[in-house]
T-cell receptor, first 115, second 116 residues
Protein backbone atom coordinates (compact mmCIF):
# COMPACT_ATOMS: atom_id res chain seq x y z
CA UNK A 1 0.00 0.00 0.00
CA UNK A 2 1.70 3.20 -1.16
CA UNK A 3 -1.28 5.47 -0.84
CA UNK A 4 -2.07 8.56 1.10
CA UNK A 5 -5.84 8.92 1.31
CA UNK A 6 -7.50 12.28 1.85
CA UNK A 7 -11.15 12.93 2.60
CA UNK A 8 -13.26 14.68 1.60
CA UNK A 9 -12.14 15.40 -1.95
CA UNK A 10 -14.30 18.52 -2.07
CA UNK A 11 -15.62 20.67 0.77
CA UNK A 12 -17.72 23.82 0.69
CA UNK A 13 -18.18 25.64 3.97
CA UNK A 14 -19.41 28.93 5.32
CA UNK A 15 -17.26 31.24 7.37
CA UNK A 16 -18.99 30.22 10.58
CA UNK A 17 -18.78 26.46 10.02
CA UNK A 18 -16.49 23.95 11.67
CA UNK A 19 -15.20 21.16 9.48
CA UNK A 20 -12.26 18.79 9.31
CA UNK A 21 -10.00 17.36 6.63
CA UNK A 22 -8.68 13.87 7.13
CA UNK A 23 -5.53 12.18 5.89
CA UNK A 24 -4.56 8.54 6.33
CA UNK A 25 -1.54 6.41 5.37
CA UNK A 26 -0.62 2.83 6.16
CA UNK A 27 2.97 2.83 4.96
CA UNK A 28 4.44 3.10 8.45
CA UNK A 29 5.65 6.63 7.78
CA UNK A 30 6.31 8.65 10.91
CA UNK A 31 6.37 12.12 9.37
CA UNK A 32 3.22 13.72 7.97
CA UNK A 33 2.68 17.09 6.37
CA UNK A 34 -0.04 19.58 5.47
CA UNK A 35 0.49 21.85 2.48
CA UNK A 36 -1.82 24.54 1.09
CA UNK A 37 -1.85 25.15 -2.66
CA UNK A 38 -3.49 28.06 -4.45
CA UNK A 39 -4.21 27.86 -8.18
CA UNK A 40 -1.12 27.93 -10.41
CA UNK A 41 1.18 28.20 -7.37
CA UNK A 42 3.48 25.72 -5.66
CA UNK A 43 2.40 24.05 -2.42
CA UNK A 44 3.10 26.04 0.73
CA UNK A 45 4.03 24.20 3.90
CA UNK A 46 1.63 24.58 6.82
CA UNK A 47 2.50 21.91 9.40
CA UNK A 48 4.83 18.96 9.94
CA UNK A 49 4.23 16.15 12.42
CA UNK A 50 7.02 13.80 13.41
CA UNK A 51 6.21 10.77 15.57
CA UNK A 52 2.80 12.27 16.25
CA UNK A 53 4.24 15.50 17.62
CA UNK A 54 4.01 18.86 15.90
CA UNK A 55 7.52 19.75 14.78
CA UNK A 56 6.91 22.63 12.36
CA UNK A 57 4.15 25.26 12.29
CA UNK A 58 4.74 27.79 9.54
CA UNK A 59 2.97 30.59 11.43
CA UNK A 60 -0.41 29.33 10.30
CA UNK A 61 -3.46 31.22 11.66
CA UNK A 62 -5.17 29.54 14.60
CA UNK A 63 -8.33 28.98 12.57
CA UNK A 64 -6.41 25.98 11.21
CA UNK A 65 -5.82 23.39 13.92
CA UNK A 66 -3.87 20.24 13.12
CA UNK A 67 -4.13 16.99 15.01
CA UNK A 68 -2.27 13.68 14.78
CA UNK A 69 -4.24 11.11 16.81
CA UNK A 70 -1.96 8.23 15.80
CA UNK A 71 0.87 7.44 13.43
CA UNK A 72 -1.46 6.72 10.50
CA UNK A 73 -3.88 9.61 10.78
CA UNK A 74 -3.60 13.36 10.36
CA UNK A 75 -6.48 15.80 10.69
CA UNK A 76 -6.84 19.47 9.92
CA UNK A 77 -9.65 21.14 11.83
CA UNK A 78 -11.13 24.24 10.24
CA UNK A 79 -13.06 26.98 12.03
CA UNK A 80 -14.07 30.53 11.14
CA UNK A 81 -12.25 30.42 7.83
CA UNK A 82 -12.05 33.29 5.37
CA UNK A 83 -12.77 33.18 1.62
CA UNK A 84 -9.03 33.59 0.95
CA UNK A 85 -8.48 30.21 2.65
CA UNK A 86 -10.11 28.54 -0.35
CA UNK A 87 -7.41 26.30 -1.81
CA UNK A 88 -6.29 22.74 -2.40
CA UNK A 89 -5.03 21.18 0.82
CA UNK A 90 -2.46 18.46 0.29
CA UNK A 91 -1.39 15.88 2.81
CA UNK A 92 1.90 14.01 2.49
CA UNK A 93 3.97 11.49 4.42
CA UNK A 94 7.59 10.34 4.42
CA UNK A 95 9.78 7.56 5.77
CA UNK A 96 12.18 7.74 8.68
CA UNK A 97 15.58 9.02 7.71
CA UNK A 98 17.29 5.65 8.03
CA UNK A 99 14.94 4.02 5.57
CA UNK A 100 14.42 7.02 3.46
CA UNK A 101 14.28 7.26 -0.27
CA UNK A 102 13.74 10.93 0.48
CA UNK A 103 10.47 11.50 -1.27
CA UNK A 104 7.19 12.68 0.12
CA UNK A 105 4.11 10.68 -0.83
CA UNK A 106 1.12 12.89 -1.55
CA UNK A 107 -2.61 12.39 -1.36
CA UNK A 108 -4.98 13.65 -4.03
CA UNK A 109 -5.85 16.69 -1.97
CA UNK A 110 -9.01 18.22 -0.56
CA UNK A 111 -10.44 21.12 -2.55
CA UNK A 112 -11.82 23.63 -0.04
CA UNK A 113 -14.18 26.48 -0.94
CA UNK A 114 -15.09 29.00 1.75
CA UNK A 115 -18.20 31.07 1.03
CA UNK B 1 17.34 28.88 3.90
CA UNK B 2 17.18 26.79 0.79
CA UNK B 3 15.59 28.14 -2.37
CA UNK B 4 14.57 26.55 -5.65
CA UNK B 5 14.22 28.52 -8.86
CA UNK B 6 12.41 27.47 -12.02
CA UNK B 7 12.87 30.19 -14.61
CA UNK B 8 10.44 28.84 -17.22
CA UNK B 9 6.81 29.44 -16.21
CA UNK B 10 5.55 27.71 -19.37
CA UNK B 11 7.01 25.37 -21.96
CA UNK B 12 5.58 23.52 -24.91
CA UNK B 13 6.79 20.52 -26.89
CA UNK B 14 5.61 18.60 -29.92
CA UNK B 15 4.53 15.06 -29.31
CA UNK B 16 7.47 12.62 -29.68
CA UNK B 17 10.01 15.43 -29.30
CA UNK B 18 12.38 16.14 -26.40
CA UNK B 19 12.08 18.98 -23.91
CA UNK B 20 14.26 20.14 -21.03
CA UNK B 21 12.96 21.90 -17.95
CA UNK B 22 15.40 23.98 -15.93
CA UNK B 23 15.88 24.18 -12.17
CA UNK B 24 18.51 25.78 -9.98
CA UNK B 25 18.74 25.70 -6.22
CA UNK B 26 20.67 27.28 -3.43
CA UNK B 27 21.84 25.51 -0.30
CA UNK B 28 24.81 25.36 2.04
CA UNK B 29 24.09 21.73 2.94
CA UNK B 30 26.01 18.80 1.55
CA UNK B 31 23.44 16.05 2.10
CA UNK B 32 20.13 16.50 0.32
CA UNK B 33 17.70 15.18 -2.25
CA UNK B 34 16.35 16.74 -5.40
CA UNK B 35 13.08 15.79 -7.04
CA UNK B 36 10.88 16.49 -9.99
CA UNK B 37 7.18 16.15 -9.22
CA UNK B 38 4.41 16.24 -11.81
CA UNK B 39 0.96 17.61 -11.04
CA UNK B 40 -1.63 16.99 -13.76
CA UNK B 41 -5.03 18.68 -13.70
CA UNK B 42 -6.25 15.74 -11.63
CA UNK B 43 -4.13 17.50 -8.98
CA UNK B 44 -2.25 14.63 -7.31
CA UNK B 45 1.46 15.31 -6.93
CA UNK B 46 3.33 12.44 -8.58
CA UNK B 47 7.05 11.77 -8.21
CA UNK B 48 8.80 11.72 -11.59
CA UNK B 49 12.41 11.28 -10.58
CA UNK B 50 14.73 11.66 -7.58
CA UNK B 51 18.44 12.39 -7.18
CA UNK B 52 20.57 11.94 -4.08
CA UNK B 53 23.19 14.67 -3.85
CA UNK B 54 26.01 12.26 -3.03
CA UNK B 55 25.47 10.34 -6.25
CA UNK B 56 27.39 11.65 -9.25
CA UNK B 57 25.47 9.55 -11.72
CA UNK B 58 22.42 11.25 -13.18
CA UNK B 59 19.11 9.56 -12.37
CA UNK B 60 17.04 8.05 -15.17
CA UNK B 61 13.48 6.73 -15.18
CA UNK B 62 12.38 5.48 -18.58
CA UNK B 63 11.83 8.60 -20.75
CA UNK B 64 12.80 10.96 -17.93
CA UNK B 65 16.38 11.84 -17.05
CA UNK B 66 18.12 14.59 -15.15
CA UNK B 67 21.28 16.58 -15.62
CA UNK B 68 22.58 17.11 -12.09
CA UNK B 69 25.39 19.63 -11.84
CA UNK B 70 26.18 19.81 -8.13
CA UNK B 71 28.81 22.53 -8.28
CA UNK B 72 26.55 24.72 -10.39
CA UNK B 73 23.53 23.79 -8.26
CA UNK B 74 21.57 22.91 -11.34
CA UNK B 75 19.05 20.09 -11.78
CA UNK B 76 17.32 19.99 -15.15
CA UNK B 77 14.75 17.44 -16.32
CA UNK B 78 14.79 16.00 -19.82
CA UNK B 79 11.66 14.36 -21.18
CA UNK B 80 12.25 12.27 -24.28
CA UNK B 81 9.60 11.08 -26.74
CA UNK B 82 7.03 13.41 -25.18
CA UNK B 83 3.51 12.09 -24.85
CA UNK B 84 0.17 13.84 -24.43
CA UNK B 85 -0.03 12.46 -20.92
CA UNK B 86 3.11 14.38 -19.98
CA UNK B 87 1.17 17.64 -20.06
CA UNK B 88 1.15 18.92 -16.48
CA UNK B 89 2.71 21.33 -14.03
CA UNK B 90 6.22 20.22 -13.12
CA UNK B 91 7.75 21.21 -9.81
CA UNK B 92 11.39 20.97 -8.94
CA UNK B 93 11.87 20.35 -5.21
CA UNK B 94 14.67 20.22 -2.67
CA UNK B 95 14.74 18.31 0.58
CA UNK B 96 17.40 18.30 3.26
CA UNK B 97 18.57 14.83 4.28
CA UNK B 98 19.51 15.93 7.79
CA UNK B 99 16.44 14.43 9.44
CA UNK B 100 13.41 12.33 8.64
CA UNK B 101 10.86 15.10 8.82
CA UNK B 102 12.23 17.91 6.73
CA UNK B 103 9.70 19.28 4.26
CA UNK B 104 10.04 19.78 0.53
CA UNK B 105 10.98 23.21 -0.76
CA UNK B 106 9.30 23.75 -4.13
CA UNK B 107 10.12 25.91 -7.10
CA UNK B 108 7.32 27.92 -8.68
CA UNK B 109 6.67 25.30 -11.32
CA UNK B 110 6.76 24.98 -15.10
CA UNK B 111 3.56 24.31 -16.99
CA UNK B 112 4.28 21.91 -19.85
CA UNK B 113 1.97 21.67 -22.83
CA UNK B 114 2.30 18.83 -25.33
CA UNK B 115 1.14 19.56 -28.86
CA UNK B 116 -0.25 16.71 -30.93
Amino acid sequence: DTEVTQTPKHLVMGMTNKKSLKCEQHMGHRAMYWYKQKAKKPPELMFVYSYEKLSINESVPSRFSPECPNSSLLNLHLHALQPEDSALYLCASSQDRGQATGELFFGEGSRLTVL
Amino acid sequence: AQTVTQSQPEMSVQEAETVTLSCTYDTSESDYYLFWYKQPPSRQMILVIRQEAYKQQNATENRFSVNFQKAAKSFSLKISDSQLGDAAMYFCAYRSANSGNTPLVFGKGTRLSVIA
